[in-house]
C-alpha cells in the first residue's frame, strides 16, 4: 500500500530552534493530521486539517494542507525539551477504495538537545 | 476516562501458535482499526472496521483477523503467528471514518515477538 513520504526523517536541533518538516504524495487527500509519539506511548494527535489551503495552530506548532492537496508541512517554533519524539503524518485519501483508509508517513525523529 | 484500551501489552509466543489481541473503546465511537508499527515504515493499517459487522482490509492484511460484534471491541487474531508479525500493534477509534469528526484516537500499544 502507498505511504507518504515524510521528511526529514530524523531532526537534531538545539533548544530554542524552529522546526519545520513535511509530508507528500502522488496521490490527493481530504484530510491531513498531524501525530506525535513519545516513547512507549501510541500516537497522539497534534493538529487536523480538513481544507485545501489551510492553516491551523496549537500552541508553537503550526500546520498547512497544501493547496494541491498532495502535501503538508509542520512547524514548531521555539522548541523545548519536551518536544522530543516521532512526528507522523497521516491522511485520508479521497474516495473510491480508499473510503476509510488512513495512511502514515513513515515519522520524524526530533531529538532536541537542552 | 474516554480511552482506547489493549490486551495484553507485551506477548513473547512461538510460531503457529494462535492468539488474540483485544481492544475495546469506551467513547462509543463508530471506526476502530488494526495498525502495526516498523522501524522505519511508520504506521501500517492492517484491518478497519466502518461500524458494527463491518470490516475491511488495510494494507498489510495478510495474516490477520478481525472481527467487530460489539461496536466497543474490535479483536486482532492471529490464526497461525510468524516471526515476520513480531512488530508493535496499536490499536485507534474515532467516531467516525471522514469528515470533521475523524480524528483517530491511539491505544497504548502492544509489543508481539513471534519466535
Known amino acids: 500500500g502507498q505511504q507518504l513520504n515524510q521528511s526529514p526523517q530524523s531532526m537534531f536541533i538545539q533548544e530554542g530552534e524552529d522546526v519545520s518538516m513535511n509530508c507528500t504524495s502522488s496521490s490527493i487527500f481530504n484530510t491531513w493530521l498531524w501525530y506525535k509519539q513519545d516513547p512507549g506511548e501510541g500516537p497522539v494527535l497534534l493538529i487536523a486539517?480538513?481544507?485545501?489551503?489551510e492553516l491551523t495552530s496549537n500552541g508553537r506548532l503550526t500546520a498547512q494542507f497544501g493547496i494541491t492537496r498532495k502535501d503538508s508541512f509542520l512547524n514548531i517554533s521555539a522548541s523545548i525539551p519536551s518536544d522530543v519524539g516521532i512526528y507522523f503524518c497521516?491522511?485520508?485519501?479521497?474516495?473510491?477504495?480508499?473510503?476509510?483508509?488512513?495512511?502514515f508517513g513513515q515519522g520524524t525523529i526530533l531529538t532536541v538537545h537542552p | 476516562e474516554a480511552q482506547v484500551t489493549q490486551n495484553p501489552r507485551y506477548l513473547i509466543t512461538v510460531t503457529g501458535k494462535k492468539l488474540t489481541v483485544t481492544c475495546s473503546q469506551n467513547?462509543?465511537?463508530?471506526?476502530m482499526s488494526w495498525y502495526r508499527q516498523d522501524p522505519g515504515l511508520g504506521l501500517r493499517q492492517i484491518y478497519y472496521?466502518?461500524?458494527?459487522?463491518?470490516?475491511d482490509k488495510g494494507d498489510v492484511p495478510e495474516g490477520y483477523k478481525v472481527s467487530r460484534k460489539e461496536k466497543r471491541n474490535f479483536p486482532l487474531i492471529l490464526e497461525s503467528p510468524s516471526p515476520n508479525q513480531t512488530s508493535l500493534y496499536f490499536c485507534a477509534s474515532s467516531l467516525t471514518a471522514l469528515g470533521s469528526r475523524n480524528e483517530q484516537f491511539f491505544g497504548p500499544g502492544t509489543r508481539l515477538t513471534v519466535l
Open positions: 467513547m462509543n465511537h463508530e471506526y
Open positions: 486539517l480538513y481544507k485545501a489551503g
Open positions: 497521516a491522511g485520508h485519501r479521497a474516495g473510491g477504495t480508499s473510503y476509510g483508509k488512513l495512511t
Open positions: 472496521s466502518m461500524n458494527v459487522e463491518v470490516t
